[in-house]
């Protein structure tokens, strides 16, 4: 910098005694070296002279990091098997997660040797024949996904330290063998519950009954946005949509918080119930480890089984009480069992040794997302993704 300095001190002190042409001539090779300057170290320097981001290719950042559309794009390809069209703002979100855990990780000073990362990445390009590392397969799949050798070692960078991290929490899980004993009698037992269950749909109906924004706000808000939005009929539906959203997202929240109050003072399935203002029903008997099995018997039990504390509501739920709200992919429930039942059968090894994976499996899933929740409201998130 001192270097560049004195140059351009040289430059225009010889500018008095150049004739017109020659200046213009300095002014145009300046003009070109400043261009390779910003080509060659990035647009970075455009944000440091006051410029702001203006990379098309960042779809968010978080915590001041940049989050780029390559990355969102080689995140999808872990999911190229499930249809994802038209979900790109839910996989930003879990890439924000991913980076957000990234972050806290580092913090915790967790920093993976390189040949700890090397192994990570052979054992992920091994022939399927030898189960050896295949290098041909590792250059095969830089050359397809284009990516260079530095880029795809600080993904998978990442990865490690999420995975290092990931690996900690689940040292820190004990489980004894009467926990599994316990664990094995209830999973392979046999239970039914009785649920007041509501669709996703009712549920938005419901709650958007008490949304209402006024066109003082909404102009508001338009306002702010009439340099984002071609139109003025583009501006007032997304934004009114962005508002309701909001507005939905919050209101759901403190209803719900009212359900989960009520169930931890101890309130009966009855009065939970009546609040929420679903169907109610009885589900199938099914044995908790997989019910699944049993929910092609009832569309309920098919949902509840596909959420990840419907086996926890099931057995600390007193009879007769509420239990917490059951949050499923297709709408919300309490519960209250009725019966239940615990298998005498005595275990082999070989299910403890599963049972100790899939509970630690779901402590690790559990402080996950309770990690990840925290560190987002925390966090300084911007998204700039066209489809939000």
């Known amino acids: 910098m001192a270097r560049l300095q004195v140059s351009l001190k040289k430059i225009s002190a010889a500018f008095s005694d150049l004739s017109l042409q020659k200046v213009v001539a300095y002014f145009f090779i300046i003009f070109i070296s400043l261009l390779l300057i910003i080509f060659f170290v990035g647009t970075d320097i455009i944000s440091t002279l006051g410029g702001g981001s203006i990379d098309p290719n960042v779809v968010a950042t978080v915590n001041n990091q940049k989050i780029y559309m390559g990355d969102l794009y080689r995140f999808s390809r872990q999911y190229r098997d499930?249809?994802?069209?038209?979900?790109?703002?839910?996989?930003?979100?879990?890439?924000i997660a991913r980076v957000l855990f990234y972050q806290r990780a580092k913090e915790l000073g967790i920093d993976p040797s390189e040949s700890r990362v090397m192994k990570?990445?052979?054992?992920?390009?091994?022939?399927?024949?030898?189960?050896?590392?295949?290098?041909?397969?590792?250059?095969?799949?830089?050359?397809?996904?284009?990516?260079?050798l530095p880029d795809y070692y600080r993904n998978v960078y990442k990865?490690?330290?999420?995975?290092?991290?990931?690996?900690?929490?689940?040292?820190?899980?004990?489980?004894?063998?009467?926990?599994?004993?316990?664990?094995?009698?209830?999973?392979?037992?046999?239970?039914?519950?009785m649920y007041n269950y509501i669709p996703d749909e009712a549920f938005k109906s419901r709650v958007m009954n008490t949304i209402s924004i006024s066109e003082m706000e909404l102009s508001a808000e338009m306002a702010k946005n009439k340099d984002k939005y071609p139109d003025e009929a583009s501006n007032r539906r997304l934004t009114r949509e962005r508002l309701e959203?909001?507005?939905?997202?919050?209101?759901?929240?403190?209803?719900?918080?009212?359900?989960?109050?009520?169930?931890?003072?101890?309130?009966?399935?009855?009065?939970?119930?009546?609040v929420l203002g679903g169907s109610t029903g009885i589900t199938p008997a099914f044995m908790p480890g997989d019910p699944s099995k049993d929910g092609e018997k009832?569309?309920?039990?098919?949902?509840?089984?596909?959420?990840?504390?419907?086996?926890?509501?099931?057995?600390?739920?007193?009879?007769?009480?509420?239990?917490?709200?059951?949050?499923?992919?297709?709408?919300?429930?309490?519960?209250?069992?009725?019966?239940?039942?615990?298998?005498?059968?005595?275990?082999?090894?070989?299910?403890?040794?599963?049972?100790?994976?899939?509970?630690?499996?779901?402590?690790?899933?559990?402080?996950?997302?309770?990690l990840v929740t925290r560190l987002s409201e925390e966090a300084k998130i911007t998204k700039k993704l066209k489809t939000d």
């Open 82 to 95: 499930q249809d994802i069209e038209g979900q790109e703002g839910l996989l930003l979100n879990n890439l």
């Open 120 to 148: 990570f990445i052979r054992g992920l390009f091994r022939d399927k024949n030898t189960g050896m590392y295949d290098p041909e397969l590792f250059k095969d799949y830089l050359e397809k996904s284009r990516s260079s």
């Open 159 to 193: 990865e490690v330290v999420a995975d290092e991290f990931r690996r900690l929490i689940q040292i820190g899980i004990t489980l004894t063998g009467e926990d599994l004993r316990v664990a094995y009698a209830f999973l392979y037992g046999e239970c039914r519950v």
């Open 245 to 274: 959203q909001a507005r939905l997202d919050s209101a759901a929240k403190e209803f719900l918080e009212k359900i989960n109050s009520m169930a931890q003072k101890g309130a009966t399935f009855n009065e939970t119930a009546a």
């Open 298 to 370: 009832n569309p309920v039990l098919s949902e509840l089984g596909k959420s990840p504390n419907f086996l926890v509501q099931c057995m600390f739920t007193p009879a007769q009480k509420s239990s917490y709200v059951i949050a499923t992919p297709g709408g919300f429930a309490v519960i209250t069992p009725l019966e239940l039942k615990l298998s005498g059968k005595e275990p082999e090894a070989s299910d403890l040794n599963k049972i100790a994976d899939r509970i630690s499996m779901d402590i690790l899933n559990s402080a996950y997302n309770r």
